[in-house]
Structure formats: C-alpha cells, structure tokens
C-alpha cells in the first residue's frame, strides 16, 4: 500500500474543512484572548474569578461539543452513503438535545450560582465573590451555544464550513466591541467590570446563534434544510446514536468532567495558582488549533470513505493524515514555546504570576508534541471510523485512574511545586500518542455505523 496519497480530492476535502474550521477556531480564540486582556486590567482577583466562573462554560461546551461530535460519524458516513434524508434526522435529533442541556445548565447556573463556583472555588469566598457576576450574566449564552455548536458540527461534517466561519467573525467583532463597551463604560454606558463582559458575551452568542440560523436556512445551497426539517427524526435514529454516537458523547462529557475537576483542585492552590493557569490555557489553546482543525477535516474524510465501502483507501488515508499530524505537533509545538514570553506580556497581572505562567506554557509546549498527535487521531480518524467507544475508554481510564490522582497527590498531598503540579495535570497527554499510534496499526478501528436503508 502507498504511503503517499496522491489523490487531489483527498487533500481537497481534508483542507477545505480544516482550513475553515482552523481560521473560526482562530477567531473565536482570539475573542477569549480579548477578553482576558481586558478581563486582566481589573485585576489577578478580577481575572481568577472569571477564570473560575469560565470553567463552568468550558465543562458546558466540552458537553455539547461531545454531544454534537457524537453524531459525527453517523453524518459522515452516511454522507459518504448520500443519504440526505438520515442526515437530517440526525441533525434535527442532535439540535434538540443540546438544546435541551443548555437550556438546564443555563437555568442552573443563573439560579444556583455561588454553589455551583463552589465546586470548583471550595471555600474560597472572595473567588467565589469574584465570579458571581460574571457567572449569571454570561449563563444565558449556554442556550445560544448549544444551538449554534449543534448546527456548526453537523453541518461540518457534510462539508458546510463556510457559513461557521463568516458567523464566527462576524460574532468576534460584536463581542470585543461590546466588550470594551460594557467593562470599560464605553458609549454612555456604565463601567460593569466583570459582569459586562457577561453581558457582551451573552448578546454577541445570540446574534451569532441568529445569524447562523439565518445563513443555514436562507444563504447556503450545499446542504439546503428548511425549518421543517428540525422537527422531523425516528426512533431508529435515537437507537443509532445511542449506540454509536453516545460513547463519544460520553467521552467528551466526562472528559469536560475531568477538566472541571482539575480546575477545582487547582482552585484551592491560590489566586497566582489559577490566574498563571488561566494565562497558560488560553496560550495553549492556539496551540491546539491544528489538531481539532485537521481532526475536523479528518473525521469526514474517513467517516465519508468508510460509508463509500473502500476500506483499503480508509487505511492509506489514515496513514497520510497521521503523517501530517505529526509534522503539524512539531511545529505548532515551536511555535508556542518561542512566543511564550511575548504572548504572557500582554497580560496586565503581577510579575510573579507572569513568570509562573511562562515556565507552564513551556512545559505545556513539550506536551504537545503528543497531544495535537492523539487528539487529531481519536478525534479524526478513530471517531470518522465508528471507533468512538475505544476511544472513551481510553479517556475514562487516563482521566479518572491518572491525571487526577497524579494533580491531587501533587497538589494536595506531596505539596510539590506549582510547575510540577501542572505536569501532573497533563501527564496523561505524554503516553496517549503511543495508544492512538497501536490502535491504527492493527485491524479493529473501522466500524460501518450506519444503516443500509432508512
């Protein structure tokens, strides 16, 4: 079998969804990047409750991704099947449940605030009073997002991307002008600190939610869906993403679990602990852009190939694709190490907690080199594949027996550093590189998930 792909349409679908997904990935990070600058301003306490009512959202979207993500392989590979009519049935079945679990977290959230930081703050009141605000305020977005994640990931997965990137620009240049408007009391309004940039997070999702409705339904042809098409699925379709589609639902949801509980062991270790992180996590965050770019087009050229039967092309594209992410970890892994201490120099926080935070984006930085390489595997290949279940247990197993045992006992029982506390917390990601790398060399990680007729 040839290494090399040759094939023009295989780089074409690969680079056309992974560049659109790559550049709204870019811009949407750019946006938390924005808002943590000016978040910065008010202060390390100011920054540390935000960062603590963010990981709330953060839980929140690693659930509704997973639940949309859960359903990419059924797309992709019935749409290798063209068969438009069982995609739209998936994606009327996934729209409503994200709705559903955005509308309960937001709901959660604005109601039941303090005790919900508290999972995360413990007993630290004034993070806890930090992060109230921004928390009720920017809780209402949840419900914008669920709609707006559902749509961008199904539609992904039939080659819609344009439309995601024109909305997610156009969204990041209304949420960083409100933003400045509302922190800072801009254009006659009141300066609202933190719970401004609630606010202007909360109106910005919602014009994006309502602009990307309007886009999907009105603008593109490639896919065309009409608001019928919503309320249209079968039960057959409930049991097909139950089965194939809630493993990785599940793996992403207890994944999002896994980071909302290091984010409260984290908690307890200070102000200069969780701001140092925060800085660290947006920073690593353009780092991890290739990966889910490339997975993004990874998952639906194998997932459309599985569906079209030639199971000998799935393995020579796995084997390019794993090519090109290994060479895009090595590189994006460069890039975030060289540029650490400018990107850390934006932040308006204490020296120490600059000088902090640049030693973990180092460390972070030679942990990517098997990140971006695993999470582009499972992500991509393993779930366009249908191997999504093999992939949740390997995240349940890293998450639960490892990574929070290792950061608990280093942060709270052996009191080690704070810079090898955070290797704890990515000490699975320096041996889940080998797994993915096993598992696509033997015979078991493709998996027709669809039906022959519906």
């Not at 997070?201 to 869906?225: D, H």
């Not at 699925?233 to 993403?241: E, R």
């Not at 955070?422 to 033997?442: H, N």
Request: one cysteine or more.
């Amino acid at each position: 079998m040839p290494l090399v792909v040759k094939e023009k349409n295989f780089y074409r679908t690969l680079l056309a969804v992974a560049i659109p997904s790559a550049l709204q990935n870019m811009v949407s990070l750019s946006v938390g990047l924005a808002d943590t600058l000016m978040v910065g301003t008010l202060g390390d306490e100011v920054l540390a409750g935000v960062a603590v009512s963010n990981q709330v959202s953060v839980f929140l979207f690693g659930l509704l991704t997973g639940l949309a993500n859960g359903a990419s392989a059924l797309v992709a590979q019935y749409w290798g099947k063209k068969d438009v009519t069982a995609i739209k049935r998936i994606i009327a079945l996934v729209f409503w449940l994200c709705a559903g679990v955005g509308t309960v977290a937001a709901a959660a959230a604005f109601l039941f605030p303090e005790k919900v930081l508290g999972l995360m703050a413990g007993d630290n009141a004034e993070l806890i009073e930090a992060g109230v605000p921004y928390l009720t305020s920017v809780c209402f977005s949840f419900i914008f997002f669920a709609a707006t994640t559902s749509l961008v990931t199904m539609l992904r997965n039939v080659e819609v991307v344009v439309v995601a990137l024109v909305t997610s620009v156009a969204a990041a240049v209304v949420n960083i002008a409100l933003n400045w408007a509302f922190i800072f009391g801009r254009l006659g309004l009141p300066a609202m600190g933190a719970q401004g940039a609630g606010i202007a997070t909360c109106l910005a999702r919602a014009f994006e939610c309502l602009l990307i409705i309007f886009l999907v339904l009105k603008v593109q042809k490639k896919f065309p869906l009409k608001v019928s098409d919503f309320f249209k699925t079968k039960m057959y379709m409930a049991k097909d993403y139950a089965r194939h589609g809630l493993p990785i639902a599940l793996g992403d949801s207890q994944w999002a679990l896994v980071t909302l509980v290091k984010a409260g062991i984290i908690g307890h270790l200070g102000t200069m602990m969780v701001s140092a992180n925060a800085i660290t996590d947006t920073v690593m965050a353009f780092g991890m852009v290739s990966a889910h770019s490339l997975a993004a087009g990874a998952c639906v050229v194998i997932g459309k190939t599985v569906g079209e039967g030639d199971m000998k092309k799935v393995r020579q594209y796995s084997n390019m694709i794993q090519i090109i992410f290994a060479g895009m970890a090595v590189i994006m892994a460069a890039a975030v190490f060289g540029l650490r201490m400018p990107l850390v120099g934006l932040f308006n926080v204490s020296d120490e907690t600059k000088r902090l935070a640049a030693v973990f984006i180092a460390i972070g930085a030679a942990t990517l080199l098997g990140t971006l390489y695993h999470a582009a595997c499972f992500i991509g290949i393993n779930r366009g594949a249908g191997d999504g279940r093999f992939v949740f247990i390997v995240d349940m197993i890293c998450g639960w027996l490892i990574l929070l045992p290792a950061l608990y006992f280093s942060a709270h029982v052996w009191m080690l550093p704070l810079p090898l506390v955070y290797f704890a917390s990515r000490i699975d990601q320096c041996f889940k590189w080998i797994i993915a790398f096993v598992r696509l060399r033997g015979g078991k990680w493709i998996r027709v998930v669809t039906r022959e007729s519906t």
